[in-house]
């Protein structure tokens, strides 16, 4: 996650740059392809390691939504296999039209 989180803090100093200066700079648009490239590769090694628990039940907890997430833990954990992994995904902020913005892995554990 860290390195997630740096790579898209590298990204986020690179929405100053204009397109032209994107189209002039053939070193800054290299820039911003590594940083995407290990930024996506994250994402992928998140989703691996989750997927890695077999048959593991994931229980996303939103910031801020208190309702939302007692009622989706009390729901997932009513409906859960015996014996069955638990890995929680924290959604720390959103975007318009519902994008994730920031996420983490808080735990998986039976």
Not at 23 to 28: E, G, R, S, T, V
Not at 30 to 51: G, P, T, Y
Not at 61 to 86: A, M, P, Y
Request: a neutral charge.
């Amino acid at each position: 996650m860290d390195e997630l989180n740096e790579r898209l803090a590298r990204l986020e100093a690179l929405k100053a740059k204009s397109r032209s200066e994107f189209d002039a700079d053939p070193y800054l648009r290299d820039i911003a392809e590594r940083n995407l490239e290990v930024a996506a590769q994250c994402c992928l090694d998140i989703c691996h390691r989750i997927i890695s628990i077999e048959n593991a039940l994931v229980i996303f907890q939103v910031e801020g939504e208190t309702d939302f997430n007692r009622w989706n833990k009390e729901t997932s954990l009513r409906n859960r296999e015996k014996g069955q992994q638990i890995s929680y995904v924290r959604v720390r902020r959103w975007r318009k039209h519902s994008a994730i913005e920031e996420v983490s892995f808080i735990s998986a554990g039976g």
